[in-house]
């Protein structure tokens, strides 16, 4: 089992719909948690970041975080066709532990026009 | 702010040659640098972890005799891939662990992509 699952769709949506992206893991230890946005053939751009549980929002995503059921999601309203791209959680353990980053494999998300 | 350069975005090179892949954090320190490879469609594998001033620290089944990483300055990780195999080609990526910040914020490089011919 992986430590981090997330379904790799893709995951195609009209314009104006809200997306939910969402991930499962399995290591308590996870305390940080972000979300990345990879275009095809760049590199990956940070998105949101949380700490522990709870909800973040910034512009049209929202960030929520149950370590109870050991469960993220990235919300998006009002997509956009500039939104399709690569969607990666990333989590990684308390910050004096391990520090690289445990990657999700990537949801595809298509907002058509 | 919190931008990361690699240099060169593209490279081709022939079976045995080796090739050096340099990550700068542009705006910031970086005590920590990860270096990550990434196969089509698929999510990005953590091959070592470079600290500055100390010896990197390799993921499991990764050769570090083959893939030397130089951490030599606050801004700057190479990745240097020794005698180039055509399974060697990949996408890789670099990323660079924001000193201040409390959330283990890490932002990444553009990639570059290897091809071994």
């Known amino acids: 089992q992986k430590e981090v699952e997330q379904d790799p769709g893709p995951l195609s949506v009209p314009e104006g719909a809200i997306v939910s992206l969402n991930c499962t893991y399995s290591n308590s230890a996870f305390q940080y948690f972000m979300w990345y946005r990879q275009y095809s053939r760049k590199g990956p751009e940070l998105l949101m970041y949380t700490y522990s549980s709870g909800n973040k929002e910034d512009g049209r995503f929202t960030a929520q975080v149950d370590k109870s059921s050991k469960y993220i999601s990235l919300f998006i309203r009002d997509s956009q066709p500039s939104d399709s791209a690569t969607y990666l959680c990333?989590?990684?353990?308390?910050?004096?532990?391990?520090?690289?980053?445990?990657f999700g494999s990537g949801t595809r998300l298509q907002v058509q026009p | 702010g919190a931008v990361v350069s690699q240099h060169p975005s593209r490279v081709i090179c022939k079976s045995g040659t080796s090739v050096k892949i340099e990550c700068r954090s542009l705006d910031f320190q970086a005590t920590t640098m990860f270096w990550y490879r990434q196969f089509p469609k698929q999510s990005l594998m953590l091959m070592a972890t470079?600290?500055?001033?100390?010896?990197?620290?390799?993921e499991q089944g990764v050769e570090k005799d083959k893939f030397l990483i130089n951490h030599a300055s606050l801004t700057l990780s190479t990745l240097t891939v020794t005698s180039a195999h055509p399974e060697d080609s990949s996408f890789y990526i670099c990323?660079?662990?924001?000193?201040?910040?409390?959330?283990?914020?890490?932002?990444f490089g553009p990639g570059t992509r290897l091809t071994v011919l």
């Open positions: 990333a989590m990684s353990a308390a910050y004096t532990g391990r520090r690289a980053l445990t």
């Open positions: 990323s660079a662990r924001l000193d201040e910040s409390s959330y283990n914020e890490q932002f």
């Open positions: 470079s600290n500055e001033g100390s010896k990197a620290t390799y």
